[in-house]
């Protein structure tokens, strides 16, 4: 079993920043690509900023700009680095990763956190 922890959520005021966490643990796993959603009251979850092994990343429009994403390949980690937060940035955050588990057989599996609440305020 793999499972994505997460921190980092809270309240902050409009143009402030948080910086959110997201390590995978377990055994037996390698890691494709890992990323942040997030899903306000009444929407849909959405995209936020997705990393690959090559480094490559994908950014959600509204984000762009503001919003950092970064991975620690050794410690199985990913990161989002928020700058410049609004209001309309509230929601719930989600850690995804793109793996494969490794034992007893090869099986693509895609995993979620269990997510963090971002709040900010005007």
């Known amino acids: 079993q793999v499972q994505l922890v997460e921190s980092g959520g809270g309240l902050v005021q409009a143009g402030g920043s948080l910086r959110l966490s997201c390590t995978a643990s377990?055994?037996?796993?390698?890691?494709?690509?890992m990323g942040w959603y997030r899903q306000a009251p009444g929407k849909q979850r959405e995209l936020v900023a997705d990393?690959?092994?090559?480094?490559?990343?994908n950014y959600a429009d509204s984000v762009k700009g503001r919003f950092t994403i970064s991975r620690d390949y050794m410690k199985n980690a990913v990161f989002l680095q928020m700058n410049s937060l609004q209001p309309e940035d509230t929601a719930v955050y989600y850690c995804?990763?793109?793996?494969?588990?490794?034992?007893?057989?090869?099986?693509?599996?895609?995993?979620w956190g269990q997510g963090t609440l971002v709040t900010v305020s005007s």
């Open positions: 995804n990763a793109d793996l494969t588990l490794l034992v007893p057989t090869y099986r693509n599996l895609e995993v």
């Open positions: 377990g055994s037996s796993f390698s890691i494709r690509t």
């Open positions: 990393i690959r092994n090559s480094g490559n990343t």
